[in-house]
């Protein structure tokens, strides 16, 4: 006769004890997209466009920190205006991380995320650890805006030429008006006004 096997106490049981270190194979490799909705987009425009956005995304999660890294450092006669409306702009440029995000997950396809793949995909140049005169902030924020509105004219337009609509609108309505918005706000802190005493032309005769 067989010898009958033994079966485990606690097999098929449900505990609350949580599983810990657990490790396992991706689920969806970096790179690729998935049908998970009837988009009616072929897999080569919803591959093109997750890799541009994931591009967008690494330059505006950059801007993004920029900003932060610029709310806390900067110093000067300008603190209280520029720590204020660094922190705004640190704020919207937050939404629009969650925004390009989310639009690359609904293609089906994956979002760079952690700091280290960020920092390897980013097209904006890495600012030193120290802190900065507020002129060369300002500098580096408005580069860095104009390597993000560039790649917005070029995304939206390529875009609409492929049927992706969606992308476009997202594109055009939230990262490049913001963008533009922004860069205006900040330039103008670099025109070179007098503060109390305006010039007397007869003066400077």
Not at 146 to 165: F, H
Request: aromatic share 4%.
């Amino acid at each position: 006769m067989a010898k009958k096997e033994s079966v485990p106490a606690n097999r098929g049981r449900i505990s609350a004890q949580p599983r810990l270190h657990q490790r396992a194979r991706e689920i969806q490799t970096y790179g690729t997209v998935e049908h998970l909705l009837p988009l009616e987009l072929e897999e080569p425009v919803r591959l093109e466009m997750t890799e541009q956005l994931n591009q967008l995304l690494a330059d505006t999660i950059t801007l993004r920190d920029l900003y932060k890294k610029s709310h806390w450092q900067v110093a000067g006669p300008t603190f209280y205006q520029l720590h204020l409306l660094y922190d705004k702009h640190y704020e919207e440029q937050d939404e629009i991380v969650d925004e390009i995000a989310e639009r690359i997950q609904l293609l089906g396809g994956i979002s760079l995320a952690m700091a280290a793949d960020i920092a390897e995909t980013t097209k904006i140049e890495r600012p030193p650890r120290g802190r900065e005169e507020v002129p060369v902030q300002i500098s580096r924020l408005l580069d860095a805006h104009q390597i993000i509105i560039g790649q917005c004219r070029k995304l939206a337009k390529r875009a609409q030429t492929i049927g992706d609509e969606g992308t476009n609108d997202l594109v055009v309505s939230d990262v490049l008006r913001t963008n533009e918005l922004q860069q205006w706000f900040i330039n103008e802190h670099l025109a070179n006004v007098p503060l109390v005493i305006a010039e007397d032309p007869e003066a400077a005769a």
